[in-house]
């Protein structure tokens, strides 16, 4: 991983803070068939209202 990275820039916090900010899982920027795009709708699949609603 890049120093420079926080954890942010991970694809699967993206993923996350998507699912947990309302975008719909079509806003993956990630291209299909990608390790990013896999993280990134694994962790939308698995965030959860309740973790939104705090």
Do not use: V
């Not at 916090?13 to 998507?18: M, T």
């Not at 920027?29 to 973790?51: C, N, R, V």
Request: include cysteine; glycine fraction near 8%; aromatic fraction near 10%.
């Amino acid at each position: 991983m890049d120093a420079k990275a926080t954890a942010s820039d991970s694809a699967f916090i993206q993923g996350r803070n998507a699912r947990l900010y309302g975008k719909p899982a079509s806003e993956c920027p990630y291209t299909e068939g990608t390790e990013e795009h896999a993280a990134w709708m694994q962790a939308y699949e698995e965030a959860t209202d309740s973790e939104a609603n705090g």
